[in-house]
Protein backbone atom coordinates (compact mmCIF):
# COMPACT_ATOMS: atom_id res chain seq x y z
CA UNK A 1 0.00 0.00 0.00
CA UNK A 2 2.66 2.46 0.63
CA UNK A 3 4.49 1.69 -2.74
CA UNK A 4 1.13 2.27 -3.94
CA UNK A 5 0.62 5.69 -2.56
CA UNK A 6 4.31 6.63 -3.57
CA UNK A 7 3.61 6.09 -6.95
CA UNK A 8 0.52 8.19 -6.99
CA UNK A 9 2.49 10.93 -5.32
CA UNK A 10 5.49 10.84 -7.89
CA UNK A 11 2.70 10.67 -10.47
CA UNK A 12 0.55 14.17 -9.85
CA UNK A 13 4.38 15.92 -8.92
CA UNK A 14 4.76 15.26 -12.44
CA UNK A 15 1.54 16.74 -13.35
CA UNK A 16 1.53 19.69 -11.54
CA UNK A 17 5.43 20.52 -12.77
CA UNK A 18 4.59 19.83 -16.60
CA UNK A 19 1.46 22.17 -15.76
CA UNK A 20 3.49 25.24 -14.75
CA UNK A 21 5.61 24.63 -17.35
CA UNK A 22 3.00 25.56 -20.14
CA UNK A 23 3.49 29.47 -19.42
CA UNK A 24 5.73 31.36 -21.53
CA UNK A 25 7.88 34.14 -21.66
CA UNK A 26 5.93 37.93 -22.24
CA UNK A 27 2.65 36.15 -22.54
CA UNK A 28 -0.54 35.67 -20.33
CA UNK A 29 -2.10 31.96 -19.67
CA UNK A 30 -5.18 32.04 -18.04
CA UNK A 31 -7.56 29.69 -17.43
CA UNK A 32 -8.13 25.66 -16.68
CA UNK A 33 -5.98 23.20 -18.54
CA UNK A 34 -9.13 22.15 -20.90
CA UNK A 35 -9.48 26.22 -21.71
CA UNK A 36 -6.39 27.85 -22.08
CA UNK A 37 -6.59 31.16 -23.27
CA UNK A 38 -2.85 33.31 -24.34
CA UNK A 39 -3.16 37.33 -24.34
CA UNK A 40 -1.11 37.81 -26.92
CA UNK A 41 -0.53 41.47 -27.64
CA UNK A 42 -0.22 42.76 -31.85
CA UNK A 43 1.14 46.40 -32.53
CA UNK A 44 0.31 48.08 -35.85
CA UNK A 45 1.08 51.57 -37.24
CA UNK A 46 -2.22 52.85 -37.67
CA UNK A 47 -5.88 50.86 -38.44
CA UNK A 48 -5.18 50.34 -42.49
CA UNK A 49 -7.59 48.03 -44.00
CA UNK A 50 -4.55 46.34 -46.09
CA UNK A 51 -4.53 44.44 -42.99
CA UNK A 52 -8.05 43.38 -42.85
CA UNK A 53 -7.37 39.59 -42.61
CA UNK A 54 -6.15 40.12 -39.37
CA UNK A 55 -9.15 41.65 -38.24
CA UNK A 56 -11.14 39.24 -39.82
CA UNK A 57 -8.89 36.58 -38.19
CA UNK A 58 -10.02 38.22 -34.70
CA UNK A 59 -14.14 39.03 -35.65
CA UNK A 60 -14.09 35.58 -36.69
CA UNK A 61 -12.48 33.76 -34.04
CA UNK A 62 -10.16 32.20 -35.69
CA UNK A 63 -7.21 33.34 -32.98
CA UNK A 64 -9.53 32.11 -30.29
CA UNK A 65 -9.92 28.85 -31.48
CA UNK A 66 -5.83 28.74 -31.22
CA UNK A 67 -6.43 29.75 -27.80
CA UNK A 68 -5.74 32.93 -28.25
CA UNK A 69 -6.83 36.59 -26.63
CA UNK A 70 -5.80 38.88 -29.36
CA UNK A 71 -5.31 42.45 -28.58
CA UNK A 72 -3.87 45.52 -30.30
CA UNK A 73 -1.89 48.47 -29.83
CA UNK A 74 -2.51 50.98 -32.70
CA UNK A 75 -1.30 54.01 -33.72
CA UNK A 76 1.94 55.99 -33.63
CA UNK A 77 3.39 54.78 -37.30
CA UNK A 78 6.39 52.49 -37.59
CA UNK A 79 8.22 53.76 -34.98
CA UNK A 80 5.84 53.01 -31.91
CA UNK A 81 5.44 49.60 -33.23
CA UNK A 82 9.27 48.81 -33.10
CA UNK A 83 8.98 50.44 -29.99
CA UNK A 84 6.31 48.41 -28.67
CA UNK A 85 7.55 45.39 -29.98
CA UNK A 86 11.32 45.52 -28.42
CA UNK A 87 9.58 46.36 -24.86
CA UNK A 88 8.37 43.44 -25.09
CA UNK A 89 4.59 45.20 -24.54
CA UNK A 90 3.55 43.68 -27.72
CA UNK A 91 4.89 39.70 -28.90
CA UNK A 92 3.91 40.37 -32.42
CA UNK A 93 4.29 43.33 -35.09
CA UNK A 94 2.55 43.96 -38.04
CA UNK A 95 3.55 46.64 -40.64
CA UNK A 96 4.89 47.79 -43.76
CA UNK A 97 8.50 45.99 -44.07
CA UNK A 98 10.01 49.38 -44.10
CA UNK A 99 9.36 49.24 -40.46
CA UNK A 100 11.28 46.30 -39.39
CA UNK A 101 14.10 47.15 -42.01
CA UNK A 102 14.64 50.43 -39.92
CA UNK A 103 15.25 47.86 -36.63
CA UNK A 104 17.75 45.36 -38.73
CA UNK A 105 19.54 48.69 -39.55
CA UNK A 106 20.57 49.14 -36.01
CA UNK A 107 21.55 45.34 -35.26
CA UNK A 108 18.04 44.10 -34.03
CA UNK A 109 17.24 40.05 -34.31
CA UNK A 110 14.14 40.12 -36.16
CA UNK A 111 11.94 37.54 -38.30
CA UNK A 112 8.94 37.97 -40.51
CA UNK A 113 6.87 34.96 -40.18
CA UNK A 114 3.85 35.85 -42.69
CA UNK A 115 2.68 38.27 -45.57
CA UNK A 116 -0.99 39.76 -45.18
CA UNK A 117 -0.64 40.84 -48.64
CA UNK A 118 1.72 39.29 -51.95
CA UNK A 119 1.45 43.26 -53.75
CA UNK A 120 1.85 46.68 -52.79
CA UNK A 121 -1.61 47.87 -52.08
CA UNK A 122 -0.84 51.21 -52.42
CA UNK A 123 -2.98 53.66 -54.93
CA UNK A 124 -2.37 56.74 -56.54
CA UNK A 125 -5.16 59.23 -57.08
CA UNK A 126 -5.60 62.53 -59.16
CA UNK A 127 -8.07 65.23 -58.97
CA UNK A 128 -10.09 66.18 -61.81
CA UNK A 129 -8.40 69.58 -61.93
CA UNK A 130 -5.33 68.05 -62.63
CA UNK A 131 -6.66 65.08 -65.36
CA UNK A 132 -8.29 68.28 -67.29
CA UNK A 133 -5.77 70.37 -66.95
CA UNK A 134 -2.94 67.72 -68.62
CA UNK A 135 -5.27 65.91 -70.97
CA UNK A 136 -5.08 62.50 -69.10
CA UNK A 137 -7.08 59.91 -69.03
CA UNK A 138 -7.35 57.14 -66.30
CA UNK A 139 -7.20 54.60 -69.51
CA UNK A 140 -3.79 55.44 -70.83
CA UNK A 141 -0.85 52.72 -70.96
CA UNK A 142 1.04 53.00 -67.44
CA UNK A 143 4.65 54.47 -68.67
CA UNK A 144 1.98 57.56 -69.51
CA UNK A 145 0.40 57.69 -66.42
CA UNK A 146 3.36 57.10 -64.66
CA UNK A 147 5.04 60.01 -66.86
CA UNK A 148 2.15 62.09 -65.41
CA UNK A 149 3.20 62.29 -61.85
CA UNK A 150 6.53 64.31 -63.28
CA UNK A 151 6.02 67.85 -61.97
CA UNK A 152 2.90 67.01 -59.79
CA UNK A 153 2.45 67.68 -56.37
CA UNK A 154 1.29 64.33 -54.06
CA UNK A 155 -0.07 64.06 -50.65
CA UNK A 156 1.29 61.55 -48.41
CA UNK A 157 0.90 60.27 -44.60
CA UNK A 158 4.90 61.84 -43.95
CA UNK A 159 7.36 62.99 -46.81
CA UNK A 160 9.81 60.12 -47.43
CA UNK A 161 7.62 57.93 -45.88
CA UNK A 162 7.21 54.44 -47.97
CA UNK A 163 4.11 55.63 -50.19
CA UNK A 164 6.24 58.72 -50.97
CA UNK A 165 9.66 56.09 -51.91
CA UNK A 166 8.12 53.56 -53.26
CA UNK A 167 5.70 55.98 -56.16
CA UNK A 168 9.72 57.87 -56.51
CA UNK A 169 11.05 53.77 -57.62
CA UNK A 170 7.74 53.60 -59.89
CA UNK A 171 8.93 56.74 -61.64
CA UNK A 172 12.33 55.38 -61.59
CA UNK A 173 11.33 51.91 -63.22
CA UNK A 174 9.51 53.77 -65.82
CA UNK A 175 12.86 55.90 -66.78
CA UNK A 176 10.84 59.41 -65.36
CA UNK A 177 12.78 61.96 -62.95
CA UNK A 178 12.23 61.24 -59.58
CA UNK A 179 13.35 64.69 -58.01
CA UNK A 180 10.45 66.28 -60.26
CA UNK A 181 7.63 64.83 -57.95
CA UNK A 182 6.78 67.11 -55.24
CA UNK A 183 5.09 65.93 -51.72
CA UNK A 184 2.87 67.18 -49.20
CA UNK A 185 2.59 65.63 -45.74
CA UNK A 186 -1.62 65.46 -45.48
CA UNK A 187 -2.06 62.42 -43.07
CA UNK A 188 -4.99 60.60 -43.79
CA UNK A 189 -7.41 59.86 -46.43
CA UNK A 190 -9.36 63.35 -45.31
CA UNK A 191 -7.07 65.92 -45.66
CA UNK A 192 -5.67 64.56 -48.59
CA UNK A 193 -8.89 64.79 -50.09
CA UNK A 194 -9.18 67.83 -48.72
CA UNK A 195 -6.18 69.24 -50.21
CA UNK A 196 -7.35 67.86 -53.92
CA UNK A 197 -10.76 69.94 -53.19
CA UNK A 198 -8.58 72.94 -52.28
CA UNK A 199 -6.35 72.39 -55.02
CA UNK A 200 -3.33 72.26 -52.88
CA UNK A 201 -2.17 68.80 -53.93
CA UNK A 202 -2.73 67.35 -57.59
CA UNK A 203 -3.44 64.22 -56.01
CA UNK A 204 -2.72 61.85 -52.88
CA UNK A 205 -1.49 58.18 -52.51
CA UNK A 206 -3.17 55.36 -49.95
CA UNK A 207 -4.03 52.21 -49.50
CA UNK A 208 -7.66 51.71 -50.07
CA UNK A 209 -10.33 52.26 -49.63
CA UNK A 210 -8.94 56.01 -50.38
CA UNK A 211 -9.81 55.75 -53.89
CA UNK A 212 -13.20 54.89 -53.31
CA UNK A 213 -13.95 57.65 -51.25
CA UNK A 214 -12.12 60.14 -53.67
CA UNK A 215 -14.64 58.74 -55.95
CA UNK A 216 -17.17 58.92 -53.93
CA UNK A 217 -16.76 62.82 -53.23
CA UNK A 218 -16.26 63.55 -56.81
CA UNK A 219 -12.77 65.14 -56.03
CA UNK A 220 -10.93 63.09 -58.61
CA UNK A 221 -10.45 59.10 -59.43
CA UNK A 222 -7.81 56.33 -59.50
CA UNK A 223 -5.03 56.96 -61.59
CA UNK A 224 -1.96 54.29 -60.76
CA UNK A 225 -3.16 50.99 -58.53
CA UNK A 226 0.51 50.12 -57.54
CA UNK A 227 -0.10 46.49 -58.34
CA UNK A 228 -0.33 47.62 -62.11
CA UNK A 229 3.90 47.66 -62.07
CA UNK A 230 5.42 43.77 -62.17
CA UNK A 231 7.68 45.01 -59.58
CA UNK A 232 4.66 45.13 -57.03
CA UNK A 233 2.88 43.12 -58.20
CA UNK A 234 5.06 40.38 -56.38
CA UNK A 235 6.17 41.97 -53.06
CA UNK A 236 5.73 41.48 -49.57
CA UNK A 237 3.31 43.58 -47.58
CA UNK A 238 1.81 44.26 -44.19
CA UNK A 239 4.15 41.74 -43.11
CA UNK A 240 3.65 39.85 -39.34
CA UNK A 241 7.19 39.44 -37.48
CA UNK A 242 8.67 39.14 -34.10
CA UNK A 243 12.21 39.35 -32.41
CA UNK A 244 14.22 36.13 -33.11
CA UNK A 245 13.97 35.05 -29.71
CA UNK A 246 10.69 34.90 -28.82
CA UNK A 247 9.93 32.96 -31.62
CA UNK A 248 12.44 30.68 -31.10
CA UNK A 249 11.12 29.95 -27.59
CA UNK A 250 7.73 30.03 -28.33
CA UNK A 251 7.11 27.91 -31.96
CA UNK A 252 4.12 26.64 -31.06
CA UNK A 253 2.46 30.29 -30.59
CA UNK A 254 4.16 31.58 -34.02
CA UNK A 255 2.34 28.57 -35.50
CA UNK A 256 -1.14 29.49 -33.81
CA UNK A 257 -0.67 32.64 -34.91
CA UNK A 258 -0.34 32.34 -38.64
CA UNK A 259 -2.70 29.63 -38.99
CA UNK A 260 -5.14 32.13 -37.40
CA UNK A 261 -4.13 34.58 -39.99
CA UNK A 262 -3.64 32.29 -42.66
CA UNK A 263 -7.36 31.71 -41.83
CA UNK A 264 -8.27 34.94 -41.64
CA UNK A 265 -6.35 35.71 -45.23
CA UNK A 266 -8.42 33.03 -46.83
CA UNK A 267 -11.91 34.05 -45.80
CA UNK A 268 -11.43 37.85 -46.93
CA UNK A 269 -10.15 36.12 -50.42
CA UNK A 270 -13.49 34.51 -50.65
CA UNK A 271 -15.99 36.35 -48.65
CA UNK A 272 -15.56 40.06 -48.78
CA UNK A 273 -18.76 41.31 -47.89
CA UNK A 274 -19.33 39.23 -45.21
CA UNK A 275 -15.20 40.32 -43.95
CA UNK A 276 -16.63 43.98 -44.82
CA UNK A 277 -19.32 43.80 -42.47
CA UNK A 278 -17.70 42.10 -39.48
CA UNK A 279 -14.86 44.63 -39.50
CA UNK A 280 -16.62 48.40 -40.38
CA UNK A 281 -16.47 48.87 -36.92
CA UNK A 282 -12.51 49.00 -36.98
CA UNK A 283 -13.29 52.02 -39.63
CA UNK A 284 -15.33 54.61 -38.18
CA UNK A 285 -16.57 57.13 -41.23
CA UNK A 286 -16.39 54.34 -43.48
CA UNK A 287 -19.36 53.03 -45.27
CA UNK A 288 -19.43 49.44 -44.98
CA UNK A 289 -19.91 49.23 -49.40
CA UNK A 290 -16.92 51.06 -49.68
CA UNK A 291 -15.08 48.94 -47.20
CA UNK A 292 -16.68 45.65 -49.00
CA UNK A 293 -15.63 47.10 -52.70
CA UNK A 294 -11.74 48.16 -51.26
CA UNK A 295 -11.47 44.30 -50.55
CA UNK A 296 -12.94 43.32 -53.56
CA UNK A 297 -10.11 45.13 -55.62
CA UNK A 298 -7.49 43.84 -53.32
CA UNK A 299 -8.40 40.16 -53.77
CA UNK A 300 -5.29 39.19 -56.34
CA UNK A 301 -3.71 40.74 -53.03
CA UNK A 302 -4.84 38.06 -50.22
CA UNK A 303 -2.90 35.00 -51.91
CA UNK A 304 -2.42 31.36 -50.16
CA UNK A 305 -1.94 32.01 -46.35
CA UNK A 306 0.57 34.48 -46.59
CA UNK A 307 3.82 32.70 -47.63
CA UNK A 308 6.45 34.94 -48.85
CA UNK A 309 9.44 34.04 -51.38
CA UNK A 310 12.67 35.78 -51.84
CA UNK A 311 11.90 38.21 -55.21
CA UNK A 312 8.50 39.87 -53.19
CA UNK A 313 11.66 40.48 -50.55
CA UNK A 314 13.98 42.03 -53.10
CA UNK A 315 10.72 44.09 -54.56
CA UNK A 316 10.55 45.12 -51.02
CA UNK A 317 14.09 46.09 -50.02
CA UNK A 318 15.67 47.58 -53.21
CA UNK A 319 13.45 51.05 -53.33
CA UNK A 320 14.37 51.92 -49.80
CA UNK A 321 17.61 51.04 -50.03
CA UNK A 322 17.99 53.00 -53.55
CA UNK A 323 16.17 56.01 -51.70
CA UNK A 324 18.72 55.43 -48.30
CA UNK A 325 18.31 59.47 -47.87
CA UNK A 326 14.88 59.50 -47.21
CA UNK A 327 14.31 55.80 -45.49
CA UNK A 328 17.70 55.99 -43.44
CA UNK A 329 18.48 52.27 -44.44
CA UNK A 330 21.80 51.87 -46.38
CA UNK A 331 22.13 47.96 -45.49
CA UNK A 332 20.97 45.57 -47.91
CA UNK A 333 20.30 42.23 -46.19
CA UNK A 334 20.70 39.13 -47.68
CA UNK A 335 16.74 38.01 -48.73
CA UNK A 336 17.24 34.18 -48.80
CA UNK A 337 14.56 32.00 -46.65
CA UNK A 338 15.46 31.48 -42.97
CA UNK A 339 17.28 34.79 -42.66
CA UNK A 340 15.21 37.99 -42.01
CA UNK A 341 12.05 35.76 -42.90
CA UNK A 342 10.65 32.46 -43.19
CA UNK A 343 7.92 30.51 -44.18
CA UNK A 344 8.65 27.87 -41.52
CA UNK A 345 5.89 28.89 -39.48
CA UNK A 346 3.11 28.71 -42.36
CA UNK A 347 4.26 25.41 -43.75
CA UNK A 348 3.71 23.49 -40.34
CA UNK A 349 0.26 25.40 -39.59
CA UNK A 350 -0.73 24.35 -42.87
Avoid at 276 to 290: L, P, R, T
Avoid at 326 to 343: A, E, R, Y
Amino acid sequence: MLKKNSIVIIFCTILVVLAGCNKTNNQTTTGTNADQVTEITFTEPARILSLAPFYVAIEQGFFKKEGIEASISSGGGGSQVIASLLSGQAQFAISGPRSMFVPLESGEDLVAIQSLNSALTFEIALSNQYLKKNKLSVDSPLEDRVAALSGATIGTNLVGDSGDIYMRYLMKLHGQDPSTLKTVKLTGGGPKIGGMKEGIVDGGISSPPFSLQVQEQGVGDLFIKSSEESTYSNMVWEVVFADREYLENNPNMAVKVVRAIGKGIEFTRENPKESAESIVSYFDGVDVKVLEESLIGMKDTFQGYGEMNKEAWDHAQDPIVEFSELSGIKTKHDTKPGGIWTNEYIEEAF
